[in-house]
């Protein structure tokens, strides 16, 4: 379970989306408004839509935060490199092609290790299931201008491929390690966040479309970072439990379902039994 946020009021936007159409007319809203933003940062306006990025939290005051910095973890930051080196000494038998370098670290997110990625999507939809599929409370679905974040924490305007952008270097584990024990010298920023585009390791992957953010070694949520304002593209949108079986009839009749999201026969099953035992259903 991600934390919750506490103190003051928050700077970010934040609206509520009580319907399918309410939800979709806010994406567009954003698609608009962030579209011109990022014609006026790259000086070219061909039309194109802005780059949108949308992550669903079952709990509308959970932080954007990796699972390694949540605080009822028993794995930390600190217990990175050792784990992530016993992640490749073990795993090499299962998978002689694991190699140093992110294809691996990338896989150890994808395998349930706790590491300083955060799941995003670029389908609103998706991220929409990922919120309210076992909602308790009001739920929400993110939306950020990965570009936007990248001017802003390493300014770069444009998405980092870690495989090939020296910028990615410093959030590596060895990188991180060394910062972790005072070997960082000369007084730097400390590292925020920057938008990566991951090799697509699974079917998973491929059919949520996932992306993810990579942080540095401090738990500092992205709607905290001293440069958010209610104008930035980054915004809240709060669905109402109240309104979540409307919603999931809503995604079903878009195609959204637990074999478009889970595309093996885990997700099948599943599937199938909620159509023929209901939508509500525990895990």
């Given at each position: 379970?991600?934390?919750?946020?506490?103190?003051?009021?928050?700077?970010?936007?934040?609206?509520?989306?009580?319907?399918?159409?309410?939800?979709?007319?806010?994406?567009?809203?954003?698609?608009?408004?962030?579209?011109?933003?990022?014609?006026?940062?790259?000086?070219?306006?061909?039309?194109?839509?802005?780059?949108?990025?949308?992550?669903?939290?079952?709990?509308?005051?959970?932080?954007l935060t990796p699972?390694?910095?949540?605080?009822?973890?028993?794995?930390?930051?600190?217990?990175?490199?050792?784990?992530?080196?016993?992640?490749?000494?073990?795993?090499?038998?299962?998978?002689?092609?694991?190699?140093?370098?992110?294809?691996?670290?990338?896989?150890?997110?994808?395998?349930?290790?706790?590491?300083?990625?955060?799941?995003?999507?670029?389908?609103?939809?998706?991220?929409?299931?990922?919120?309210?599929?076992?909602?308790?409370?009001?739920?929400?679905?993110?939306?950020?201008?990965?570009?936007?974040?990248?001017?802003?924490?390493?300014?770069?305007?444009?998405?980092?491929?870690p495989s090939l952008?020296?910028?990615?270097?410093?959030?590596?584990?060895?990188?991180?390690?060394?910062?972790?024990?005072?070997?960082?010298?000369?007084?730097?920023?400390?590292?925020?966040?920057?938008?990566?585009?991951?090799?697509?390791?699974?079917?998973?992957?491929?059919?949520?479309?996932?992306?993810?953010?990579?942080?540095?070694?401090?738990?500092?949520?992205?709607?905290?970072?001293?440069?958010?304002?209610?104008?930035?593209?980054?915004?809240?949108?709060?669905?109402?439990?109240?309104?979540?079986?409307?919603?999931?009839?809503?995604?079903?009749?878009?195609?959204?379902?637990?074999?478009?999201?889970?595309?093996?026969?885990?997700?099948?099953?599943?599937?199938?039994?909620?159509?023929y035992g209901g939508?509500?259903?525990?895990?």
């Amino acid at each position: 379970m991600a934390k919750k946020k506490t103190g003051s009021r928050p700077r970010y936007r934040s609206v509520t989306a009580r319907s399918m159409s309410d939800f979709v007319d806010v994406v567009q809203d954003l698609q608009d408004e962030w579209s011109d933003l990022e014609s006026e940062q790259t000086e070219k306006d061909d039309g194109g839509d802005a780059h949108i990025w949308f992550r669903g939290n079952a709990d509308k005051d959970w932080e954007l935060t990796p699972k390694i910095f949540r605080t009822k973890n028993e794995i930390s930051v600190t217990d990175e490199a050792e784990l992530y080196g016993e992640f490749l000494r073990r795993g090499y038998s299962l998978a002689p092609s694991l190699t140093v370098g992110w294809h691996s670290y990338f896989l150890m997110q994808h395998h349930g290790i706790p590491t300083r990625l955060l799941d995003w999507t670029d389908s609103a939809l998706i991220a929409l299931y990922f919120a309210i599929r076992n909602c308790k409370t009001d739920a929400a679905v993110w939306a950020v201008n990965p570009l936007w974040l990248n001017g802003k924490t390493v300014d770069r305007y444009a998405l980092v491929e870690p495989s090939l952008d020296p910028v990615a270097a410093a959030f590596m584990v060895d990188a991180v390690h060394a910062g972790l024990e005072g070997n960082n010298e000369g007084g730097a920023s400390p590292l925020l966040s920057i938008a990566v585009r991951p090799p697509w390791v699974s079917m998973r992957m491929f059919a949520q479309r996932s992306l993810f953010t990579l942080h540095g070694l401090q738990n500092i949520p992205i709607e905290q970072y001293p440069f958010v304002r209610r104008n930035s593209p980054l915004c809240r949108i709060v669905i109402p439990v109240k309104q979540r079986e409307k919603f999931l009839v809503g995604l079903r009749s878009c195609g959204i379902a637990k074999t478009t999201i889970y595309p093996d026969l885990d997700g099948l099953a599943k599937e199938l039994v909620t159509e023929y035992g209901g939508l509500d259903l525990p895990k």
